[in-house]
């Protein structure tokens, strides 16, 4: 059973970076796709960036596009999202999520069956 903890939110001023990582236990990441989702108070979860398994396919929500940056090192099993020029609009829980070999919308969080438990990421002056 992969197991996934995400690792790096925090403070940060409008206009910083931060790197979030999500480290898998349990099996190999090789054999996942990954997605990174955050959520806002009060609003809904959303897809904010994915991974193919190989690496050569990313996708981004249109708010980050530019910003930030989805990788993974399977050898480490370990995804990051590098994040630049963050906005106050940033701020949320992140999440990053896993799911075998595919899926068909990696928006739809339902498609994804391994979550973490999430980490905060404020960004504020």
């Known amino acids: 059973q992969l197991q996934l903890v995400e690792s790096g939110g925090g403070l940060v001023q409008p206009g910083g970076s931060l790197r979030l990582s999500c480290a898998a236990s349990?099996?190999?990441?090789?054999?996942?796709?990954i997605g990174w989702f955050r959520q806002a108070p009060g609003k809904e979860r959303e897809g904010v960036s994915y991974i193919s398994l190989s690496g050569s396919s990313t996708n981004y929500a249109d708010a980050v596009k530019g910003r930030f940056t989805i990788s993974r090192d399977d050898t480490k099993n370990t995804a990051y999202l590098q994040m630049t020029s963050l906005k106050p609009e940033d701020t949320a829980v992140y999440y990053c999520?896993?799911?075998?070999?595919?899926?068909?919308?990696?928006?739809?969080?339902?498609?994804?069956?391994?979550w973490g438990p999430g980490t905060q990421v404020t960004v504020s002056s």
């Open positions: 349990g099996v190999s990441m090789a054999f996942y796709v």
């Open positions: 999520a896993a799911k075998q070999f595919g899926l068909r919308d990696w928006r739809d969080d339902d498609e994804y069956n391994n």
